[in-house]
């Protein structure tokens, strides 16, 4: 494997940064260093002016792949990844069948060992997301599985959540929520407020977030077995888990680009590239889902990347599936949101890949199954998962040109600061000067 | 601000003026006079082709539109969703490409979900649409005909016509809405008639029943109807939407009718005056008791004849646009 030679740029440690080469040797980082000496052979990459950091990771990515490669697949899903800096993503197991058994993890393994990225799985917590009987949860997690989810429904039977947290402790893996009461949220397609009272829209309200949340977060005080919140949305969601953290409860939670950079007010014209769910909340909400990204209340960002096809998101709004890209446009919204040129590269990271790379153990010292190492320090030693973001590149979003098989982004024409110019998976450069190597 | 539909589609009356109000409510009334002729038929819209796109359950709404547009002397293309390949699993936009191909000037649309009208305007920006109800959104052209028969009622009570009364007779008007607001397409579209052309509005619904954001309407919700029902000059009475599973948020009809109706011992604390309301169909002894439906001041009936002028000014007014002149 020919190496790699990262130069001058500032290399973004846990706790401090420094302008440095990266050396890259057969898809381990050999060196860091001032004016490192690298074999004659090696690509030689200019990085002055850009951020160096571990490879980002995606807790939260649908890959459609068994059941709709229609929208998307593995391969075309780890494409847009790659493109958006991602060097390794969870494949959600809302597929069609949903993975909630040995052979379609493996299938999904399998099919991701050939990916750009690397490709992790989240399991079922229930048969075919039921919210009924257990999947073999144990099973899954010899396989290297370590998040569980029924994504795209929250558990609402909170027996079966309890029961699911007691069996995944000491299995030492964590479950991952989706917290929308189902009755409460019922057939809404969009936050429920006067916007949406106007446009004669079902609401789906905050609360019905928000009821899960809280009722989550008893269930971990009663079982002390870690859980991960998916995609909050509301200023009461994250004001829960920053108490219950508090208290020392297990609790991670996550946040989506959409809901820190929209709000509901995008849903006005019914145009269901903005329907999504938990939906787009007030102009409050997303305040807060900001904010959340410098005082500590959310641990990462996570895409929640949802493909679908032109013909599903053509429908009526309260027909069409919820659901919108994001692998390839969340690092520059994460920037914009911690404010741009004013960003901490520090936090940048800490947000999209040291801790999700950590809820998800997908570190070395989570002694990996089945991929390389994420999310860990830019040290010698360390797999060569690697970003080169250059925080102001500026750059226009067309949705036809976007990696994904599908172009449901609900950002088509929004102009973005920050672009990633170079990805680096298990050392070789799969995104060079911006593009698809 | 919309300051008149000349030349527009019509998908709400949320911001219309009252001005654009009062043009449509003037300009029907010079075609109710087409009503009464023998051939009723003007040449205002010859050579037009309207396309009337049904693709929900409907019978008078659908009539009075393809009547209104006949009258007009426009070519009527009919779509009702039995007859359509949209059962076959074409979609809305495929659906509406394909018409359009048949070269439109407008479509009237029914759908069952919000916003369909809006968007299928995006998908055709050179045809006029023309909402005829979406989903829970708005029925625009039946809160315009629902403003012009009490016009025309009050008017008439003055021995004037509508016209030579403008909006004056809105002024202070007092309306008192009842019964499923929040399910009501009727009554968002109702409440922006109204309150653009100078009434006082109420409302009077079950707490299950009123929007999420109804103190940010221009409204004042009534807990009791029965205190309200010496107030209002207008009573409009919505139906109860069972089909939409608007019976779970009621105990029961019975319940509903009790404290909700318009019943008989109800009417007759009517001051004699107070008009009575109702977009059909009408749920009897639901709503209303069969007898008040039956009253003189039940004006339901009107309502209905009223609609083939209303729509009438409406498809001239959009598709006609800036020709000013009423054949």
């Known amino acids: 494997m020919a190496s790699v030679v990262v130069r001058n740029g500032t290399v973004v440690g846990p706790r401090s940064v420094a ?52 929208a998307e697949t593995i391969e075309s899903g780890s494409r847009a990844a790659a493109v958006g800096g991602f060097t390794a993503v969870i494949a959600m197991p809302n597929t069609e069948p949903a993975i909630d058994n040995v052979a379609l993890a493996t299938y999904v393994l399998d099919q991701g060992s050939r990916a750009l990225v690397d490709v992790a799985v989240a399991g079922a917590i229930t048969h075919g997301r039921l919210g009924e009987r257990l999947a073999p949860m144990g099973e899954l997690a010899a396989l290297g599985v370590r998040l569980f989810t029924d994504d795209g429904t929250g558990v609402q039977d909170a027996a079966v959540m309890r029961r699911a947290l007691c069996y995944a402790r000491p299995l030492g893996v964590r479950l991952a929520q989706h917290c929308e009461d189902g009755h409460l949220a019922g057939e809404g397609s969009m936050n429920e407020g006067a916007l949406s009272s106007r446009l004669g829209l079902i609401g789906r309200p905050a609360a019905a977030e928000e009821i899960m949340v809280a009722r989550d977060i008893e269930l971990v005080r009663l079982t002390d077995s870690p859980l991960h919140f998916l995609h909050l949305s509301t200023a009461r969601s994250l004001a829960m888990v920053g108490a219950a953290r508090d208290e020392g409860l297990p609790i991670t939670a996550e946040v989506a680009p959409h809901h820190f950079t929209l709000d509901e007010s995008a849903c006005a014209n019914y145009d269901a590239h903005f329907k999504v769910n938990p939906p787009l909340r007030s102009s409050t909400d997303a305040a807060a889902v900001r904010a ?39 690092a520059s919204l994460t920037l914009e949101a911690l404010g741009a040129s004013q960003a901490d590269p520090i936090r940048f990271f800490a947000l999209l890949s040291r801790n999700p790379a950590r809820i998800a153990q997908l570190r070395r010292e989570d002694a990996p199954v089945r991929h390389s190492a994420h999310g860990g320090s830019v040290v010698a030693g360390e797999d060569a998962n690697l970003v080169v973001f250059d925080p102001a590149e500026r750059w226009a979003v067309r949705a036809e040109r976007l990696q994904s098989l599908a172009a449901n982004t609900p950002y088509h024409g929004r102009e973005l600061v920050g672009r990633v110019r170079w990805t680096i998976v298990r050392g070789s450069l799969v995104v060079a000067d911006g593009a698809l190597a | 601000m919309i300051e ?14 009252r001005g654009a109000l009062v043009e449509v409510l003037d300009t029907a009334e010079s075609f109710v006079e087409v009503h009464q002729r023998t051939i009723k038929k003007v040449p205002a819209l010859k050579g037009r082709v309207v396309a009337s796109l049904f693709f929900e359950e ?3 709404t659908r009539l009075s539109f393809e009547t209104a547009a006949k009258r007009l002397s426009a070519d009527v ?25 048949l070269g439109l000037d407008a479509v009237v649309l029914r759908h069952r979900s919000s916003g369909a009208a809006e968007q299928v305007s995006r998908y055709v920006p050179h045809v006029r649409v023309i909402n005829a109800g979406d989903g829970l959104h708005q029925h625009p052209t039946q809160g315009l005909l629902d403003a012009f028969t009490v016009r025309q009622v009050l008017a008439e009570r003055r021995g004037l016509s509508g016209a030579e009364t403008g909006a004056t007779l809105f002024d202070g008007l007092r309306v008192l809405i009842v019964g499923d607001i929040v399910h009501s397409r009727v009554a968002r579209s109702d409440v922006d008639a109204y309150v653009a052309l100078g009434a006082q509005v109420r409302v009077a619904a079950p707490g299950t029943l009123l929007p999420v954001d109804i103190e940010t309407w221009p409204v004042e919700v009534v807990g009791d109807f029965d205190e309200a029902l010496e107030w209002a000059d207008v009573i409009g009475l919505l139906r109860l939407q069972n089909e939409r599973g608007t019976g779970l948020f009621v105990p029961s009809l019975r ?36 007898i008040v439906a039956d009253l003189p001041a039940a004006i339901i009936e009107r309502q209905v004849s009223n609609g083939v002028p209303i729509r009438m000014a409406v498809l001239y007014l959009t598709v006609a646009g800036a020709n000013r002149e009423v054949a």
């Open chain 1, 19 to 70: 302008v440095a080469d990266v050396l890259v040797v057969d898809g381990v980082i050999a060196a860091v260093g001032e004016h490192l000496e690298a074999p004659r052979d090696s690509r030689e990459i200019d990085a002055t002016g850009c951020w160096v950091g571990p490879g980002l990771v995606d807790l939260h990515t649908h890959l459609r792949e068994p059941g709709r490669e229609s």
């Open chain 1, 292 to 330: 959340s990204l410098t005082n500590g209340l959310a641990d990462a960002v996570a895409t929640d990347h949802a493909p679908h096809t032109a013909e599903l998101k053509d429908l009526p709004f309260d027909e069409a599936p919820a659901g919108m890209l994001g692998l390839e446009h969340a």
């Open chain 2, 4 to 17: 008149s539909i000349r030349g527009q589609s019509l998908l709400s009356l949320n911001g219309v003026s």
């Open chain 2, 58 to 60: 409907s019978t008078r």
């Open chain 2, 77 to 101: 293309l009919s779509l009702a969703v039995a007859s359509s390949s949209v059962k076959k699993g074409e979609s809305l936009r495929d659906t509406i490409a394909t018409i359009d191909a």
């Open chain 2, 255 to 290: 319940e509903f009718t009790a404290t909700f109706g318009l019943t008989a011992a109800r009417a007759r604390r009517l001051r004699p005056e107070t008009l009575i309301m109702h977009p059909g169909p009408i749920n009897r002894g639901v709503e209303l008791d069969s």
